[in-house]
């Protein structure tokens, strides 16, 4: 039995005519006297499509050029087109969400210090405690010409052998309501603010990655989720850029 047709093997014709390449938009049909055409060639079935094209011999090794047979071979996943589950989209938004607005808070008081808007002055440590990471200092801070002084302000940075009561050190205050005293200077400096920034805008693109905005139908309204899911840490971090002030 052929598995194509349903008909037994020994009916079916063991040669058919095949219909040259170059000519697919012609019909090469027999004479009226049953005699096929002069350029008729009859080949075995196994090599004739179900169209009468030859089947095309591949010439055998790999035609691609050297240097793409050391790449590795990319699988390529289909990706859904619907949105993940609600709950799980919900907890990554509230979750990056958070996550952002630490990351904002942190960042605030050091990019106004790197930009320029700072108050310089000197902190006495009162208290420390922790170690390495965990380390907490408190200490007062008055700034030159004692134009204002901060009791109870914290401060960032303190090195570990200037970590007593009674040190003295030169720190910078975002303005007369800064709750952090920055002791901390040059690359230090730079680094608090520029990696809490691109932490938020890690979390915007985790936010829009997700919560299945890249992955809805429509490509209006999943331009509009991605435009929000982006927009809303850097518009969180705004706010306590403004409060930080």
Known sequence: ????????????????????????????????????????????????????????????????????????????????????????????????????????WVSAGPFWLAVGHATSGTVVVTRCSGDGLT???????TATQEEFRIHGVRVSGVPRESAVPGSVLPARVTGPDGHVAYTDRGVGAQLRWLLGMLAVLGCALGIARWTGATRLPDPTERRWAIVASLAGPPLTALGFLIAAW
Do not use: N
């Open 135 to 141: 380390q907490r200092c408190r200490g007062i801070f």
């Open 1 to 104: 039995m052929e598995p194509t047709t349903g008909a037994p093997v020994d009916t079916l014709p063991r040669r058919v005519p095949v219909r040259p390449v170059g000519r697919r938009g012609r019909r090469h049909r027999s004479r009226d006297d049953g005699t096929p055409d002069e350029d008729t060639f009859w080949a075995p079935i196994e090599q004739v499509h179900w169209d009468g094209t030859p089947v095309r011999q591949d010439t055998p090794g790999r035609t691609d050029p050297w240097w793409q047979r050391f790449r590795p071979a990319r699988r390529r996943r289909e990706r859904s087109s619907h949105p993940p589950d609600p709950l799980a989209g919900l907890s990554a938004l509230i979750g990056l969400s958070l996550a952002a607005a630490f990351f904002a």
